[in-house]
């Protein structure tokens, strides 16, 4: 993977995880968000204005929604985030903790796809890879 995409990548994270919105600076205006099927926000989110109302949804939800990164795969033009989500329930006040994986897509140095897996092998089948 390129390091420019690994940094991308843990700058987005570092950025989400103090701010609760993604970097904007390093997506394409076009980019494309697509959660996983098995979420509470699931659906596919197209440009800013989609990862907006994703926001707005998540913040719904969610009072805390953290990402705790802890292994990064090359997957040539993407770089695959395997960790977990930390959340608390915006209702409820409980915290839990979900396994999970992200695929970010580059083109021309900018992230052009974001897409969540709940399942780790879901998402090394994505990217193309296998364990």
Do not use: C, K
């Amino acid at each position: 993977m390129s390091q420019q995409n690994l940094e991308v990548v843990q700058r987005f994270a570092d950025h989400w995880n103090r701010t609760g919105e993604p970097l904007w600076s390093e997506m394409d205006p076009e980019v494309v968000f697509v959660i996983d099927p098995g979420s509470f926000v699931a659906g596919t989110y197209r440009g800013r204005d989609g990862i907006r109302t994703l926001l707005r949804l998540t913040a719904d939800v969610f009072d805390e929604f953290q990402y705790e990164f802890d292994e990064f795969v090359d997957a040539g033009d993407a770089v695959l985030a395997l960790g977990r989500i930390r959340a608390r329930g915006a209702q409820s006040g409980a915290v839990g903790t979900q396994p999970g994986a992200v695929v970010f897509r580059f083109s021309n140095g900018r992230i052009v796809l974001y897409r969540s897996y709940l399942r780790r092998e879901e998402a090394l089948e994505a990217a193309r890879l296998r364990e």
